[in-house]
């Protein structure tokens, strides 16, 4: 059973950081797409960065590259997300999610959250100005 559980989430002020960790389970991550999202309040879930099979290459998503990076052990089957010069605009639930054997490119998963098979609950990121 594929299994992604997110943590490090919390209270930041604006200019922090905060380091996200994603614990996956029950799946290889050299055969999936894995990406970091976000969903604030009142807002549709969009893509932050994605790593295509193997950690080839990152997709990141608008505004987000230079103040987030990705990185992985893969012998802990864990990805993290460093997230530095927190903005309140940043304050979101951020999920870890997961794609088999994608079909599509690193890119369309980030920017279709939906297309990601698999989901972690979620981590709370609150930014205070």
């Known amino acids: 059973e594929v299994q992604l559980v997110e943590s490090g989430g919390g209270l930041v002020q604006a200019g922090g950081s905060l380091r996200l960790s994603c614990a996956a389970s029950g799946f290889t991550f050299d055969d999936y797409v894995i990406g970091w999202f976000r969903q604030a309040p009142g807002k549709e879930r969009e893509g932050v960065l994605c790593?295509?099979?193997?950690?080839?290459?990152?997709y990141y998503a608008d505004s987000m590259e230079g103040r987030f990076t990705t990185s992985r052990d893969d012998a802990k089957n864990m990805v993290f997300l460093q997230m530095n010069s927190l903005k309140p605009e940043d304050t979101a639930v951020y999920y870890c999610a997961a794609h088999p054997r994608p079909s599509y490119s690193t890119s369309d998963y980030c920017r279709y959250p939906p297309r990601m098979a698999y989901w972690g609950k979620g981590t709370p990121v609150t930014v205070s100005s």
């Open positions: 790593i295509s099979r193997r950690g080839r290459n990152t």
